[in-house]
């Protein structure tokens, strides 16, 4: 079965302190791995589509890697205003569904 | 440039009530997307429709119908509203489909409460 899994489900950060978000998958046929950050109360913005292991995408303090069991957020030096849930999702070959993971909830505190 | 705008944002429904959750894109995709987001349960696929004119099945689609009225508007209707089905519901829309790597964008959501 298709699935999307990530880790951690929370983090807290000081300013500035750099980490990164974890995404893995087991999917038959990958055709797109997408990042979204998602604030409280909004639907989900879409930031990175990442097709094949070994692409690298970036924006702002923002570094999405991917590999071909799991891709990387990065967030580089973080500001508060970098604070959301950060999700993953996974579209495969032949079919209409964007998998999601269930997202991390990224805090980071001033 | 609106993207997907939903209506409404905010209901609460006494059981057994039916309502219809409306949605429309302005970016001329082809593919919409009814999407319900539960804590502890990620985003789950209700019903899609690939094109203007189909419609199909998701993940969990028992108790919801739909209609693909037109290339711009995708609305989901609840026919007779249970308590199981409060939650925060998307509309989304793409270009392609997930299998051809293209992207979804979405909508600022719908809170339902059935009481």
């Known amino acids: 079965e298709d699935q999307v899994t990530q880790s951690p489900e929370a983090l807290r950060l000081q300013e500035g302190e750099s980490s990164s978000l974890n995404c893995s998958y087991t999917?038959?046929?990958?055709?797109?791995l997408f990042w979204y950050r998602q604030d409280p109360g909004k639907g989900p913005e879409f930031l990175f589509t990442l097709y094949s292991a070994g692409e690298e995408k970036e924006k702002e303090r923002l570094k999405a890697t991917l590999t071909k069991k799991e891709s990387f957020l990065h967030i580089t030096a973080p500001k508060p205003e970098d604070s959301a849930t950060y999700l993953c999702a996974v579209g495969t070959s032949g079919t209409y569904k964007y998998i999601f993971g269930t997202g991390t909830r990224l805090k980071v505190l001033a | 440039n609106a993207g997907v705008t939903q209506t409404p944002k905010f209901q609460v429904l006494k059981t057994g009530q039916s309502m219809t959750l409306q949605c429309a894109q302005d970016?001329?995709?082809?593919?919409m997307y009814w999407y319900r987001q539960d804590p502890g349960m990620g985003l789950r696929l209700i019903y899609y429709?690939?094109?203007?004119?189909?419609?199909d099945k998701g993940e969990v689609p028992n108790g919801y119908n739909v209609s693909r009225l037109n290339k711009r508007e995708f609305s989901l209707r609840l026919e007779s509203a249970a308590p199981s089905q409060t939650s925060v519901y998307f509309c989304?829309?793409?270009?392609?489909?997930?299998?051809?790597?293209?992207?979804?964008?979405f909508g600022q959501g719908t809170r339902l409460t059935v009481v």
């Open positions: 989304a829309s793409s270009d392609n489909a997930p299998g051809a790597g293209t992207e979804a964008f």
């Open positions: 970016m001329n995709h082809n593919s």
């Open positions: 999917v038959s046929g990958l055709r797109g």
């Open positions: 429709s690939a094109s203007e004119g189909t419609t």
